[in-house]
């Protein structure tokens, strides 16, 4: 049975950092593509960052330059660096693990907020 489990989230102010963290399980998990993907409330759900199995990373346009993703293939968890936190960051972030098929997180709430 695959898992995503996601951790990391919570309330920050503006200008802070959270590090999320996401352990996977029941996949050879170097072999897959993983990301980070949000949603707001009332928007659809976008891409935040992507990491290929050969450590290639992609970004989304808000988040370049403040958000950082890497992978520990060894320990089956990708992590995604948030920096310089903006109340628009706030969402529930998923991870996201994905090679010919997708496997998704139950997701971990990240609130930015003075």
């Known amino acids: 049975q695959v898992q995503l489990v996601e951790s990391g989230g919570g309330l920050v102010q503006p200008g802070g950092s959270l590090r999320l963290s996401c352990a996977a399980s029941?996949?050879?998990?170097?072999?897959?593509?993983t990301g980070w993907y949000r949603q707001a409330p009332g928007k659809q759900r976008e891409l935040v960052a992507s990491?290929?199995?050969?450590?290639?990373?992609n970004y989304g346009d808000s988040v370049k330059g403040r958000f950082t993703i890497s992978r520990d293939n060894a320990k089956n968890t990708v992590y995604l660096q948030m920096n310089s936190l903006k109340p628009e960051d706030t969402a529930v972030y998923y991870c996201?693990?994905?090679?010919?098929?997708?496997?998704w997180g139950q997701g971990t709430q990240v609130t930015v907020s003075s």
């Open positions: 996201n693990a994905e090679r010919f098929v997708a496997f």
């Open positions: 029941g996949i050879i998990f170097n072999i897959y593509a």
């Open positions: 990491i290929t199995s050969g450590g290639s990373t």
